[in-house]
C-alpha cells in the first residue's frame, strides 16, 4: 500500500498492490493491481488480478477475474465477467438523472477506447466495441458493435473560416 493511499471499511486481499488511491467500503481480490488515483466506491467488489488504473473509477460492480481498465474509466451500476478489457476513456453511463441501471457485460469482451455504454444493456461474451462508440443495446456474444457516425471531411471548407490575427 503506498503512500496518499485511504482505505475504509474495505477488505483487501493478498498481494494486492495499491498505489495513491481512495477505497471505500469495497473488496479488492487477490493479485489485484490498484491506481495510481483510482477510486473504488461502495460496493466495488474485484476479483482476482483485477487491474484498475490511473483515473478509474468503480462503483457498486463486480469486476471479474483477471479484467483491465488501465486508465480513464467509469464502471457503475453493472457485474463484468473475466478477461474484459476497458479501453481508455470508457465510461458506463448509468444514470439518467432519476434512476440507476444495470450494465452486463460478458466474459472476454474488449471495450475500444473512448466508449459510452448506456446501461441498461448487455454485452455478450467475446464481444467487441469499436473505439468511439456509443453502445445503446445489446450485444450479442461473439459480435463487433460500431455505433459511431462516420467521418466526413469537407475539401476546402475551412478556407472560409475567419482568421484571428492577434
Request: proline residues 2%.
Amino acid at each position: 500500500v503506498g503512500q496518499y493511499t485511504e482505505i475504509t471499511n474495505s477488505k483487501i486481499g493478498s498481494n494486492v498492490t495499491i498505489k495513491q488511491s481512495v477505497i471505500n467500503e469495497a473488496i479488492v481480490g487477490n493479485h489485484a493491481k490498484i491506481g495510481p488515483f483510482a477510486q473504488l466506491r461502495p460496493g466495488a467488489d474485484l476479483g482476482e488480478k483485477v487491474k484498475v488504473g490511473n483515473f478509474v473509477e468503480v462503483k457498486s460492480s463486480i469486476v471479474g477475474e483477471d479484467t483491465k481498465a488501465g486508465h480513464l474509466t467509469y464502471i457503475g451500476n453493472a457485474t463484468v465477467g473475466s478477461e474484459v478489457n476497458f479501453g481508455a476513456g470508457t465510461i458506463i453511463a448509468n444514470y439518467d438523472g432519476q434512476h440507476k441501471f444495470k450494465t452486463t457485460i460478458g466474459n472476454n469482451v474488449f471495450v475500444g477506447s473512448n466508449s459510452t455504454i448506456i446501461a441498461p444493456v448487455t454485452l455478450g461474451d467475446n464481444a467487441l466495441t469499436a473505439a468511439g462508440s456509443t453502445i445503446s443495446d445489446d450485444v450479442e456474444k461473439d459480435a463487433l458493435a460500431i455505433g459511431r457516425g462516420r467521418q466526413v471531411n469537407k475539401a476546402g471548407y475551412a478556407l472560409n473560416k475567419p482568421h484571428h490575427t492577434n
